[in-house]
């Protein structure tokens, strides 16, 4: 098996034995690949601190057929100090983290995912920006590329947008996949009701570029979360630990 050089964000890590380590990375080559670190657990490893959570590395790899990959090399390219001390931010990347952990598929490449939330965690690093808003639009960004974009122009059941023009309030069901008209909504049982201005935010971010700084627009933040939050929860199939934290 031929040596694989990749970048690769750290997600999770667990003991393997009293010296190694399981690594689980996010990676822009590759997707989410888990990798046996050999003495990963040694205080003077050769990975040091790069298998430290949500750091990020550059990595060799032995790639296998089957079973866990062989992480040779490790070195640190980055790291974001300023989650140690800002706990909206570290829940921020830790959600970041739980969210590429569970909801993709190994060695199934996503570059573009890697880059959002790449940039993501360099946002949440960053004192001027704001944790709330970066995580939204980050989950909005996981949600598009896993092929769960809400559709926020018209009823996502059966496409009539007409009576988006006069609707204060518009239901949301996660199952239909977006919008629901009042007709649909009565047999949307997960549905819940958002406000005009919580639709038009959520447009907003949804339009927003993962580099975009700070603050599209000021946002009902707290009607997003509960919002998104569930339908996150129905994407996975079940709610993510870190949601608790956030809400």
Known sequence: ??????????????????????????????GKVRALAKGGRRLRSNFEVALDLLTVCSIVLLRKNSGLDLLTEARVEERFTRLRSSLPALYGGYYVAELLSEGTQDHDPHPSLFETALETLRALNDPAEDPATRTLRFELAWLHELGYRPRLDACAACGENAWLKTAMLVGFGPMAGGLVCPDCEKVQRDRRMISRSALMSLRELEAADATTPREVAPLPKAELRLLIGQYVTFVLGRRPKLLAYLE
Do not use: C, G, K, Q
Not at 2 to 16: C, F, G, K, M, R
């Open 1 to 30: 098996m031929p040596y694989e050089n990749a970048l690769a964000i750290v997600i999770h890590t667990s003991d393997w034995s009293e010296t190694s380590r399981i690594a689980t990375m996010f990676t822009r080559e590759f």
